[in-house]
């Protein structure tokens, strides 16, 4: 079956979204930014709002996703201050480090991810500007909490990068969750699962996000 993660930036949003089928959601801020911290008052909205599981990006700024140490310590204090909540639907938080040559930052990614626990890790579409995707995959395999990765396959998109996308799923699909995103929409999403086979597909456009006119 396949399964559907919005992205959303509004309770608005998100509730249409769940009427409209989504089975998870991603909460973000500034998607015009790719996606920023939203403030805890609207991630409580959310999940007072909808019962399915909400996944929190964690990122202090826009721009790159090389962060310096005082960076990734705000970083930390906002998954400190979402555990605290100990809000019963937000399951996971979204995360991205990269090196200065765009490689994974492993002991930073390894530190917010242990930050994290018990709430599950995804590394988010930073992933998709390392200079070789698989070799970063490895890398990620390797930090025991991170539980999903968020990709195009390194392309621009899920169609464009569909056959990469088939061989992280049968290379990693056992370890972690490989969640295919880029431009995915209903009208696209049953094409491209027959090319990629993975169960997670994510955007921002992959169910209405209107609410349904009663």
């Known amino acids: 079956m396949i399964k559907r993660e919005a992205c959303v930036e509004t309770l608005e949003e998100s509730i249409a979204a769940f009427e409209n089928g989504a089975n998870r959601l991603e909460l973000c801020s500034r998607l015009d930014l790719d996606g920023l911290t939203p403030n805890m008052e609207l991630i409580k909205q959310v999940a007072k709002a909808v019962p399915i599981p909400l996944r929190i990006m964690i990122r202090s700024r826009g721009g790159d996703f090389v962060f310096s140490e005082r960076e990734k310590k705000e970083m930390e204090a906002q998954i400190e201050v979402l555990k605290s909540a100990n809000l019963e639907?937000?399951?996971?938080?979204?995360?991205?480090?990269?090196?200065?040559?765009?490689?994974?930052?492993?002991?930073?990614?390894?530190?917010?991810?242990?930050?994290?626990?018990?709430?599950?890790?995804?590394?988010?579409?930073?992933?998709?500007?390392?200079?070789?995707?698989?070799?970063?995959?490895?890398?990620?395999?390797?930090?025991?909490?991170?539980?999903?990765?968020?990709?195009?396959?390194?392309?621009?998109?899920?169609?464009?990068?569909?056959?990469?996308?088939?061989?992280?799923?049968?290379?990693?699909?056992?370890?972690?969750?490989?969640?295919?995103?880029?431009?995915?929409?209903?009208?696209?999403?049953?094409?491209?699962?027959?090319?990629?086979?993975?169960?997670?597909?994510?955007?921002?456009?992959?169910?209405?996000?209107?609410?349904?006119?009663?």
Request: glycine share 8%; charged share 25%; aromatic share 8%.
């Open 89 to 214: 639907t937000v399951e996971g938080v979204v995360i991205g480090f990269l090196n200065e040559d765009k490689s994974v930052d492993v002991a930073k990614t390894r530190h917010l991810a242990k930050a994290a626990f018990p709430l599950k890790v995804v590394f988010h579409k930073a992933i998709d500007v390392t200079p070789d995707i698989f070799a970063a995959f490895a890398e990620l395999a390797d930090i025991q909490e991170v539980s999903a990765v968020l990709t195009s396959g390194g392309f621009p998109t899920a169609e464009e990068g569909s056959a990469v996308l088939n061989k992280l799923a049968n290379q990693y699909g056992n370890r972690f969750e490989v969640v295919s995103a880029g431009k995915i929409t209903p009208l696209n999403v049953d094409a491209l699962h027959e090319k990629i086979g993975g169960e997670w597909y994510h955007g921002r456009r992959i169910v209405a996000t209107k609410k349904i006119k009663s």
